[in-house]
């Protein structure tokens, strides 16, 4: 079992605190209230709170983008709802479709719980068409290409894109690692994984990666 790091709870402790201040300075804020909820849920694990806060915003303005893809972010990972998280998704999408952010989401929820290879890379590829920097849906997509279709060429450029916008992201460089692992190039894998190591030397999973590649290689 994994250990807790008692530095990072009690810094969301504090966090929560500070954002319970200044939602008592200015209560009507849905910026304010969607930052919140994602503490409540990502870090804290306090759905049902963030349900909550998520809901209020909603009740005051029914057209906010930002706080129906954080509700279907935790409809997804939350409670595990995923009718739930895609309809969500899918009405942030009426309200703006060029929302990156649910268009990613929704290839996500297309890819991993839908299996939904063609509709997973329509929306990515929207998502690209309005920001071709999107470091998410590049890996996302990259590893849809990879995985479900054996694409190795496209996922390489998806891959590559997503470093080129931010070096040091760990998925990519994580997913990017495995494909390269999986086609033979033990010397760009551990390249990658190096490369994540030294972002998080604390990643115990990129950890075991790598030393398992090490291990079969030597």
Same mark, same amino acid.
């Given at each position: 079992?994994?250990?807790?790091?008692?530095s990072?709870?009690?810094?969301?402790?504090?966090?929560?605190?500070?954002?319970?201040r200044?939602?008592?300075?200015?209560p009507?804020?849905?910026e304010?209230?969607?930052?919140?909820?994602?503490?409540?849920?990502?870090?804290?694990?306090?759905?049902?709170?963030?349900?909550?806060?998520?809901?209020?915003?909603?009740?005051?303005?029914?057209?906010?983008?930002?706080?129906?893809?954080?509700?279907?972010?935790?409809?997804?990972?939350?409670?595990?709802?995923?009718? =739930? @998280? /895609?309809? *969500? &998704?899918?009405?942030a #999408?009426?309200?703006?479709? $060029?929302?990156? !952010?649910? +268009? %990613?989401?929704?290839?996500t929820?297309?890819?991993?719980?839908l299996?939904?290879?063609?509709?997973?890379?329509?929306?990515?590829?929207?998502?690209?068409e309005?920001?071709?920097k999107?470091?998410?849906?590049l890996?996302?997509?990259?590893?849809?290409?990879?995985?479900?279709?054996?694409?190795?060429? =496209? @996922? /390489?450029? *998806? &891959?590559?894109?997503? #470093?080129a916008?931010?070096? $040091?992201?760990? !998925?990519? +460089? %994580?997913n990017?690692?495995?494909?390269?692992?999986?086609?033979?190039?033990?010397?760009?894998?551990?390249?990658?994984?190096?490369?994540?190591?030294?972002?998080?030397?604390?990643?115990?999973?990129?950890l075991?990666?790598?030393a398992?590649?090490?291990r079969?290689?030597?």
């Open positions: 079992a994994g250990l807790v790091d008692e990072r709870r009690d810094g969301a402790g504090e966090a929560k605190g500070l954002y319970e200044a939602l008592a300075v200015e009507s804020s849905d304010i209230a969607c930052d919140y909820a994602t503490l409540l849920h990502a870090r804290l694990g306090l759905a049902d709170e963030a349900a909550n806060v998520l809901k209020a915003v909603l009740e005051r303005n029914a057209t906010n983008v930002l706080a129906m893809c954080k509700y279907g972010r935790l409809f997804e990972d939350g409670y595990k709802q995923h009718d =739930r @998280a /895609e309809e *969500m &998704y899918r009405r #999408l009426d309200m703006d479709p $060029t929302c990156v !952010t649910a +268009l %990613c989401s929704l290839g929820l297309m890819q991993d719980i299996q939904d290879y063609q509709s997973a890379s329509t929306f990515y590829r929207r998502a690209l309005v920001n071709p999107h470091t998410t849906t890996c996302n997509y990259g590893t849809l290409l990879h995985d479900a279709m054996n694409d190795f060429e =496209r @996922a /390489e450029d *998806m &891959y590559k894109a997503a #470093l916008t931010e070096p $040091t992201h760990p !998925t990519t +460089l %994580c990017f690692a495995g494909m390269q692992r999986e086609r033979g190039d033990v010397a760009a894998a551990e390249k990658l994984y190096r490369r994540s190591i030294a972002s998080d030397p604390s990643d115990s999973v990129n075991c990666l790598l398992n590649l090490l079969e290689a030597k």
